[in-house]
């Protein structure tokens, strides 16, 4: 069903609209399921006005972004203002209505591969859709301050592993994919952090949902020394509210939930955050 929220439309020359970001993406799924938003705000873009790239949408055409809202799926997935969205998940579109309905049948946690249009050059990207800010927010709320979720995975020698393993322990946990940008740039961040915080019980610890040879393939390029896990269930990041890359959880060293981060924190506040799940120091 489509929202019953009244969208805010403005009018401009030539006839195209905008639809604002606060309906954009935010319909219901199934029962429970966290509304998907990408986060972004945009105009129609007349197939006529593609130039060579216009057989590549039908005939009422492509739509190009306008805003691109801080902390959304379109932000953490490298999405700029410009930015024409021809294709979206396989599907040419065809004017916003086609748009709408690819994404109406999406659900947080879900990825989307785009095709775009960034200049004159067709790129590719894929997003990981995250809920609605006030969603996040609510499932933030939920987590903190509660012990973390059970957790389970195999690590990259095939041996299954628990979260309870780390008890006692300070444990970061990085939720990512080697196709998430914003995840690639965190990685040198946390391979120096548990380098600098380990004999005071810091762990890292990452969690993705590919395959073990797209995690090697991508760790003998980035050159990380804290240990990766498959989560073979793929249901860990729903318990865990990641439903955008990077994610990061901060986990006290009682097992206890203090903060969970989306995006790539500045230096000082991953310090901060650090120190806020560290041990004591004892004398």
């Known amino acids: 069903m489509y929202p019953t929220k009244t969208w805010r439309i403005s009018l401009q020359l030539p006839v195209i609209f905008t639809l604002i970001w606060t309906s954009l993406f935010s319909w219901g799924f199934g029962s429970g399921a966290p509304k998907a938003w990408i986060g972004i705000s945009f105009i129609d873009i007349p197939q006529e006005q593609l130039g060579k790239w216009a057989n590549t949408t039908g005939p009422k055409g492509a739509v190009q972004i306008q805003e691109v809202f801080p902390g959304s799926s379109a932000a953490l997935g490298g999405l700029l203002k410009g930015d024409i969205i021809l294709i979206l998940d396989g599907t040419a579109l065809d004017g916003r209505r086609s748009l709408m309905d690819v994404m109406a049948k999406k659900k947080s946690g879900d990825k989307v591969q785009l095709t775009l249009l960034r200049g004159n050059k067709k790129i590719s990207q894929t997003l990981s859709l995250s809920p609605r800010p006030e969603e996040l927010s609510a499932l933030t ?17 095939g041996k299954i592993k628990d979260l309870k393993s780390l008890r006692g322990k300070a444990v970061i946990l ?8 914003p995840c690639r740039v965190s990685h040198p961040m946390l391979e120096r952090i548990q380098q600098k915080f380990y004999s005071r019980g810091l762990r890292v610890l990452g969690l993705s949902t590919e395959t073990p040879a797209e995690i090697q393939a991508y760790l003998k390029q980035a050159q990380l020394s804290f240990p990766q896990w498959v ?20 986990i006290s060293s009682d097992g206890i939930v203090r903060r969970v981060y989306t995006g790539v924190p500045q230096g000082p506040d991953l310090l901060q955050f650090v120190e806020e799940i560290l041990p004591p120091v004892r004398d």
């Open 231 to 250: 989560d073979v269930s793929a249901q860990t990041p729903h318990r865990y509210g990641a439903y955008a890359l990077p994610t990061l959880v901060f």
């Open 141 to 157: 709320k939920t987590l903190v301050g509660s012990l973390a979720p059970d957790l389970s995975g195999k690590s990259l020698d």
């Open 174 to 181: 990085d939720f990512w994919a080697s196709w998430c940008g």
